[in-house]
């Protein structure tokens, strides 16, 4: 089931699987993040080293790899580009070349879906409750006969687990936490078994990695990944790759474990679209 409750400009879309909340995503209505936007730019330089192009969108910049399709072009070329990767860590968004003409000018041509009509189409057999008339009314051309009002879309028990993503740290198995700290460059998340510290060290992590999985995807971690599991010797830890690559699976975004570090963290690459929760929540 899907459930959206908005609050202001602000919509928070959740995926429940039963009683679990296995997605999470913040729309803000007032300044989309815009990913699945159409625009007409204009190259304003050729990047070599880079493999890319910088466009000029009209309001911003973005970057246009060779492979999504900016290969042939040169300085001052129009073309029509749709937003693959939001506006995140300071850099502006990621373009691909999308099938339809350009305009004569560089600017917006439409708004993308967002994020809660994105996940309706990948997922069309589900329920989708929504708090809000206004919103129903607007999203029913697109949602007919899935889409119905519910008073109380997110209840108590769901509002107090989202109220936990704001915080840098998370509730493990077993009595362990999970610590969260986003850089620049990646994000480091170290596990500290806590009361569970006396526990067989490689039966804890693994314990551990389903729930560290499903704290990715709700927080959307994206980008470098970098695991510091507990207390584990060299030689275990080679143990956690394959169950930690399992869990990783069931990400829709099919981030890739890389291997471990020679200082023993787990390294991750998660493709980023959407900007992370923590940097939706500081602005």
Known sequence: MIAASRR?????????????????????????????????????????????????????????????????????????????????????????VADEPPGDAPSLKRRGPGPLLELAASLPGEEILLDDYALIAELRPALEGRIRHSPQAFDAVLEDEIATLA????????????????????????????PASAANPLALNLAVIP????????????????????GLKPAQRQKLAEPLRAALGADPLRPSLLGFSHLGFAEINRRRVRPPLHELLSR
């Open 8 to 96: 202001g400009e602000f919509v928070r879309v959740a995926l429940l699987r039963g009683d679990m909340l296995a997605g999470y995503w913040l729309w803000n209505l007032a300044a989309p993040d815009g990913v699945g936007d159409v625009y007409t730019g204009r190259v304003e330089a050729v990047m070599p080293a880079l493999a890319g192009r910088f466009l000029n969108l009209g309001a911003e910049t973005g970057f246009l790899p060779d492979s999504a399709g900016g290969k042939s072009l040169t300085i001052g070329d129009y073309v029509a580009v749709r937003v693959t990767r939001a506006p995140q860590g300071g850099k502006g968004p990621r373009l691909a």
């Open 167 to 194: 915080e840098p740290e998370a509730a493990l198995p077993q009595g362990a936490r999970l610590h969260i700290t986003p850089a620049p460059a990646a994000t480091l998340l170290d596990i500290d078994a806590g």
């Open 211 to 230: 729930e560290l999985c499903r704290q990715i995807v709700l927080r959307n971690l994206s980008g470098g990944i970098l695991i510091d599991f507990a």
